[in-house]
């Protein structure tokens, strides 16, 4: 039972343009929401948040708008540059300061200079 | 300020085998969590340890078994390998307060079944 999925295994952009990368979830328990960024070799690193009582969060390049009555949330990258290049994983947690993530199957994100 | 320090960094092991991956959270966490993340997929839960006990376990044969020490540092052991065993393990470290809010990954384990 995939709680949290994303549907584009893959996404390719042209540099300077916008990147968007979309989550879709299944547990209406999901209070919180986090992106991740994963080079090869490397582990994730966590990129922007948003919290259930929100509809949007921004730091910098990056925006998270969550649509609670559809579970969907979308990640967007503006202006896109090759440095994003990388796989994308969304995640939701309930309860809080919870112990678990869980997570969707990522989406490589391929930004073309 | 180092961080999450996983060894080692590959292996290869046997179908029946037992192996033991190690994890060092970054300095100041004291909850260490582990992940499975098998080819295509998005990593998976298996277990968070907590002053040295196991808190939450996700949907994992007991053949995944684990260990925190004094220094906070985590084991985790698989026995009885098999062949769909093979994945990336990724140890994440945080503050007990923070909980997923406050996750530092490492680079993983990539362990190979043959």
């Known amino acids: 039972d995939q709680q949290v999925k994303q549907n584009s295994p893959s996404l390719s952009v042209q540099e300077g343009r916008i990147s968007i990368l979309n989550c879709d979830y299944t547990n209406s328990m999901f209070d919180y929401f986090l992106w991740y960024k994963k080079y090869p070799a490397e582990g994730p690193t966590f990129l922007i948040s948003i919290s259930s009582i929100k509809d949007k969060n921004e730091d910098g390049r990056f925006t998270v708008f969550l649509n609670k009555s559809a579970k969907h949330l979308s990640l967007h990258i503006v202006p896109s540059q090759p440095g994003d290049s990388a796989v994308y994983f969304c995640a939701a947690s309930y309860g809080g300061a919870t112990n678990k993530l869980i997570f969707g199957t990522g989406t490589l994100l391929a930004v073309q200079p | 300020d180092a961080g999450v320090t996983q060894s080692p960094t590959h292996l290869i092991k046997t179908r029946g085998q037992q192996v033991t991956l190690r994890c060092s959270p970054k300095?100041?966490?004291?909850?260490v969590s582990w992940y499975q993340q098998a080819l295509g997929q998005g990593p998976q839960f298996i277990f968070q340890y907590y002053e040295e006990e196991e808190r939450q376990r996700g949907n994992f044969p007991d053949r995944f078994s684990g260990h925190q020490f004094p220094n906070y540092s985590s084991e985790l052991n698989v026995n009885a390998l098999l062949l769909g065993d093979s994945a990336l393990y990724l140890c994440a470290s945080s503050q007990v307060r923070d909980g997923v809010y406050g996750y530092t990954f490492g680079s993983g384990t990539r362990l190979t079944v043959v």
């Open positions: 300095s100041g966490h004291d909850t």
